[in-house]
């Protein structure tokens, strides 16, 4: 006996997949054919094969080679950097508001999460003028003479800070709910066999908290690997292309001025994608393992 088609949930996840299927899989599979191709946008494409590929990973006689390998280079940096900085202190600072002693907790989850909510745009001019090389309050509270965003490390140290600071409130407040979820009698149970503060939070919060630590780093991973606006709008890529990061590289080869490489652009969009899921996938397994 055969069901009946039932129209009504078709008719709620319709609109989602329409949307899903009109900006995101079809623009994917586009850009995947646009990989093989040689396209300035305005003409036809032209099927070249594997050479955007192979320019990208072989050619170093080529610009693009350098920007491919440079770019990549820097998003490492900045992935390796500010992950781990991202999960740990969201974490850290979610389990002190837990505390039983801390008041106020609500206030300062509010306060930690307001420059999530702030735009790359605006956090960028504060933070420029706060390290302003004439009128920033670092080189005039010091009598410091620093160029902050054309010298390193002091440039990567912009792009860490303003990632950072408008990237803890979320992850707090995912860790905040799921300590909230853990039953009081583990705790209980361990201080009546005398655990002391640091055994509860690695034998009892972690254990309890493992699939929102899968889920953030899995995503703050993946977010890393695409920065673009915090680069651009602190450093501009400098100083010597040292904050240059693969995404900027992106947008000037497809968008940039003159004529457009949209072709390689694709190139090495496929490329990061696959360097992203790859990551991701090896995050997701361990963490998995590791948890079991």
Same mark, same amino acid.
């Given at each position: 006996m055969t069901k009946k088609l039932k129209l009504g949930p078709l008719m709620y996840i319709g609109p989602h997949l329409l949307l899903f299927m009109t900006f995101i899989t079809v623009p $994917?599979?586009? *850009?995947?054919?646009?990989?093989? $191709?040689?396209?300035?946008? #305005?003409?036809?494409?032209?099927?070249?094969?594997?050479?955007n590929y192979k320019t990208l990973l072989f050619d170093k006689s080529s610009t693009f080679y350098f920007q491919f390998h440079n770019g990549l280079k820097n998003t490492l940096i900045y992935v390796l950097?500010? #992950?781990?900085?991202? &999960? %740990? &202190?969201?974490?850290? =600072?979610?389990?002190?508001?837990?505390?039983?002693?801390?008041?106020?907790?609500?206030?300062?989850? *509010?306060?930690?999460? #307001?420059? *999530?909510?702030?735009?790359?745009?605006?956090?960028?001019?504060?933070?420029? !003028? !706060?390290?302003?090389?004439?009128?920033?309050?670092?080189?005039? +509270?010091?009598? +410091?003479? =620093?160029?902050?965003?054309?010298?390193? /490390?002091?440039?990567w140290m912009l792009i860490v800070i303003i990632s950072i600071w408008g990237g803890v409130g979320g992850n707090m407040i995912i860790y905040r709910a799921a300590i909230a979820g853990i039953s009081a009698d583990l705790y209980e149970?361990?201080?009546?066999?005398?655990?002391?503060?640091? @055994?509860?939070?690695?034998?009892?919060?972690?254990?309890?908290?493992?699939?929102? !630590? %899968?889920? $953030?780093?899995?995503?703050? $991973?993946?977010?890393?690997?695409?920065?673009?606006?915090? /680069? !651009?709008?602190?450093? @501009? *890529?400098?100083?010597?292309q040292s904050t240059h990061v693969l995404m900027m590289y992106i947008r000037t080869l497809a968008f940039g001025s003159g004529q457009s490489i949209a072709g390689m652009a694709s190139a090495m969009a496929v490329l990061l994608g696959l360097v992203i899921l790859v990551i991701s996938a090896a995050q997701y397994y361990l963490m998995n393992k590791n948890a079991n």
């Open positions: $994917t599979i586009y *850009g995947i054919y646009a990989s093989f $191709t040689k396209w300035n946008l #305005v003409n036809e494409p032209q099927w070249v094969g594997l050479d950097i500010v #992950v781990p900085l991202i &999960i %740990i &202190i969201p974490l850290l =600072i979610a389990v002190a508001l837990e505390n039983k002693k801390v008041r106020f907790k609500n206030v300062f989850q *509010g306060i930690l999460y #307001v420059p *999530g909510l702030i735009s790359i745009s605006a956090a960028a001019l504060i933070w420029s !003028l !706060l390290f302003h090389s004439k009128l920033g309050i670092p080189n005039n +509270l010091f009598g +410091l003479d =620093i160029s902050w965003a054309a010298q390193q /490390p002091y440039a149970s361990a201080e009546i066999d005398g655990a002391s503060s640091s @055994k509860k939070f690695f034998y009892i919060t972690l254990p309890s908290i493992r699939f929102p !630590l %899968i889920y $953030t780093l899995v995503m703050s $991973t993946a977010g890393a690997f695409n920065v673009f606006a915090q /680069p !651009l709008m602190m450093t @501009k *890529g400098g100083p010597k």
